[in-house]
């Protein structure tokens, strides 16, 4: 356990009810808005192909470059508040992706989407994630308060992931693809109107320095291990060269941080950072997280769409179970954190998600009815739902008010990453057809990583303390800050 002393910086006076959830629904609207354009694309690839009379792989290639862009640029994004302000960072962010998001809607080739959704709005996402988490920490300053701030977020976002096929199929149903670019749109406007009652409780340092290489090898190195996953079930051979290239650019990029720090220059990311045991098994935890929710969801979409033939809109309403479970745990996130300790609600999330996955795979292969998909699903939810705002708040609580643009660019950068992992491992399996049964070992495979999982969470139950300890709400502050 790092030093735990108090956090220096001005604090934000007491707010009231209202006052929170008026500061609340432009972060979390954010965070939703995001979720959604990751996952509704995938419903519309085949709509978008015709209309723009490209390929489908083509409209692939789109996809893929929103999360390259997005990965590899999340961690500048972070540290770029601190320059900026986070509110302004913010609303830039939206500005941007909002201008991508028109772009996208009246593009009239797929060269014109490209750059709308893939370059505009993974820029935006970006640039105006890492304040939605910074600002959560900085606004809600006790474990509880913070803990039902990150639920209210994270129920937002896991809606947008879980949510988004079903939603951006009944919009393209109903009327277009494009109208779903529009509703991107007019979401955003309303975020940016209702972010007036947003304050920045730490004001801009214009002057404070920013690691213009570090974010080069940063970006480098993330956008090439990216690269190496999304290949994974196109070939292995080049996959594991993408990884090795990428590895070798993050050392690369170690060294020169390790060189700045030597200099007495401030690097994009301090060392000092992965020195809190806390905060380093909670990104483990959040990496492992969203590479099961990404990897268990497309696993049974592809599933339902390829076996058993059911349409877009059908394979959302059966993905409402999950959502539903999702909520609902996301949502008692601040009693569940009045109870608990964080660590011992990510190791009960873990152990609830891997008998989710058990459910899926025993039910579903005993049965044809899509009512075998629901236990399995709505366990998956509650799971995750259950660990992800905990996993959030132990990491951000971590570090002091000074430190939260690197630490959340970091944490962002690492659940994106195992989102990628998730579909990519699943999707490997499915499409290289190794059995017959490529369904239960993709699911199986989801379980082993899953327990891996349970593992790093018991560990971080040991390093927690519970919220009524005198340290609950409070940022550690390593002896290196």
Same mark, same amino acid.
């Given at each position: 356990?790092?030093?735990?002393?108090?956090?220096?910086?001005?604090? /934000?006076?007491?707010?009231?009810?209202?006052?929170?959830?008026?500061? =609340? *629904?432009?972060?979390?609207?954010?965070?939703?808005?995001?979720?959604?354009?990751?996952?509704?694309?995938?419903?519309?690839?085949?709509?978008?192909?015709?209309?723009?009379?490209?390929?489908?792989?083509?409209?692939?290639?789109?996809?893929?470059?929103?999360?390259?862009?997005?990965?590899?640029?999340?961690?500048?994004?972070?540290?770029?508040?601190? !320059?900026?302000?986070?509110?302004?960072?913010?609303?830039?962010?939206?500005?941007?992706?909002?201008?991508?998001?028109?772009?996208?809607?009246?593009?009239?080739?797929?060269?014109?989407?490209?750059?709308?959704?893939?370059?505009?709005?993974?820029?935006?996402?970006?640039? %105006?994630?890492?304040?939605?988490?910074? =600002?959560?920490?900085? =606004?809600?300053?006790?474990?509880?308060?913070?803990?039902?701030?990150?639920?209210?977020?994270? *129920?937002?976002?896991?809606?947008?992931?879980?949510?988004?096929?079903?939603?951006?199929?009944?919009?393209?149903?109903?009327?277009?693809?494009?109208? *779903?670019?529009?509703?991107?749109?007019?979401?955003?406007?309303?975020? @940016?109107?209702?972010?007036?009652?947003?304050?920045?409780?730490?004001?801009?340092?214009?002057?404070?320095?920013?690691?213009?290489?570090?974010?080069?090898?940063?970006?480098?190195?993330?956008?090439? @291990?990216?690269?190496?996953?999304?290949?994974?079930?196109?070939?292995?051979? %080049?996959?594991?060269?993408?990884?090795?290239?990428?590895?070798?650019?993050?050392?690369?990029?170690?060294?020169?941080?390790? !060189?700045?720090?030597?200099?007495?220059?401030?690097?994009?990311?301090? /060392?000092?950072?992965?020195?809190?045991?806390?905060?380093?098994?909670?990104?483990?935890?959040?990496? @492992?997280?969203?590479?099961?929710?990404?990897?268990?969801?497309?696993?049974?979409?592809?599933?339902?769409?390829?076996? !058993?033939?059911?349409?877009?809109?059908?394979?959302?309403?059966?993905?409402?179970?999950?959502?539903?479970?999702?909520?609902?745990?996301?949502?008692?996130?601040? !009693?569940?954190?009045?109870?608990?300790?964080?660590?011992?609600?990510?190791?009960?999330?873990?152990?609830?998600?891997?008998?989710?996955?058990?459910?899926?795979?025993?039910?579903?292969?005993?049965?044809?009815?899509?009512?075998?998909?629901?236990?399995?699903?709505?366990?998956?939810?509650?799971?995750?739902?259950?660990?992800?705002?905990?996993?959030?708040?132990?990491?951000?609580?971590?570090?002091?008010?000074?430190?939260?643009?690197?630490?959340?660019?970091?944490?962002?950068? @690492?659940?994106?990453?195992?989102?990628?992992?998730?579909?990519?491992?699943?999707?490997?399996?499915?499409?290289?057809?190794? /059995?017959?049964?490529?369904?239960?070992?993709?699911?199986?495979?989801?379980?082993?990583?899953?327990?891996?999982?349970?593992?790093?969470?018991?560990?971080?139950?040991?390093?927690?303390?519970?919220?009524?300890?005198?340290?609950?709400?409070?940022?550690?502050?390593?002896?290196?800050?």
């Amino acid at each position: 356990m790092t030093e735990q002393t108090p956090d220096a910086g001005p604090r /934000t006076p007491p707010r009231s009810a209202g006052a929170d959830r008026r500061v =609340l *629904a432009p972060l979390a609207l954010a965070q939703f808005i995001c979720s959604f354009a990751g996952s509704n694309m995938n419903v519309m690839i085949n709509d978008i192909s015709r209309d723009l009379d490209t390929t489908v792989q083509a409209v692939q290639v789109v996809i893929t470059v929103f999360l390259l862009v997005m990965a590899a640029l999340m961690i500048p994004g972070g540290k770029l508040t601190d !320059r900026l302000g986070r509110k302004r960072c913010f609303l830039i962010g939206l500005a941007v992706y909002g201008t991508g998001a028109v772009l996208s809607a009246v593009a009239p080739g797929v060269g014109v989407l490209l750059v709308g959704n893939s370059i505009l709005e993974g820029v935006g996402t970006a640039l %105006l994630i890492p304040p939605v988490y910074i =600002l959560t920490t900085l =606004l809600f300053t006790d474990l509880t308060a913070r803990a039902h701030a990150f639920g209210m977020i994270m *129920a937002a976002g896991g809606l947008g992931a879980a949510a988004g096929p079903l939603i951006g199929g009944l919009i393209t149903s109903a009327i277009s693809w494009r109208a *779903a670019f529009a509703f991107q749109a007019l979401v955003i406007a309303l975020i @940016i109107a209702l972010s007036r009652s947003v304050p920045d409780p730490l004001p801009p340092d214009p002057h404070r320095h920013f690691d213009i290489p570090g974010a080069v090898l940063s970006a480098g190195g993330l956008t090439l @291990i990216v690269m190496g996953i999304l290949a994974a079930d196109n070939s292995l051979a %080049l996959t594991a060269a993408l990884l090795a290239a990428g590895m070798l650019v993050l050392a690369g990029f170690l060294h020169w941080v390790r !060189r700045e720090e030597r200099a007495g220059r401030e690097p994009l990311l301090s /060392t000092s950072l992965f020195r809190n045991r806390s905060s380093n098994l909670g990104l483990v935890t959040q990496n @492992i997280q969203w590479l099961l929710l990404m990897g268990s969801s497309f696993t049974v979409a592809a599933y339902l769409q390829v076996v !058993r033939g059911y349409d877009a809109v059908k394979t959302g309403l059966i993905f409402t179970a999950a959502t539903v479970g999702l909520l609902a745990s996301s949502l008692a996130a601040e !009693r569940l954190a009045k109870r608990r300790s964080q660590g011992t609600l990510v190791t009960a999330g873990f152990a609830v998600t891997v008998a989710g996955i058990a459910l899926l795979i025993g039910l579903v292969a005993g049965s044809r009815s899509p009512w075998a998909f629901v236990p399995g699903l709505l366990l998956i939810g509650l799971g995750l739902g259950a660990m992800l705002t905990p996993s959030v708040n132990v990491v951000q609580s971590s570090f002091s008010e000074q430190r939260q643009g690197e630490i959340s660019g970091l944490s962002r950068s @690492i659940s994106n990453l195992g989102s990628s992992f998730g579909t990519a491992i699943a999707g490997t399996i499915l499409v290289a057809g190794l /059995t017959t049964n490529a369904y239960a070992t993709a699911m199986a495979t989801l379980a082993v990583i899953g327990v891996l999982g349970l593992v790093a969470a018991v560990k971080l139950s040991r390093t927690t303390p519970r919220a009524d300890t005198p340290d609950g709400g409070r940022p550690d502050v390593s002896p290196h800050d």
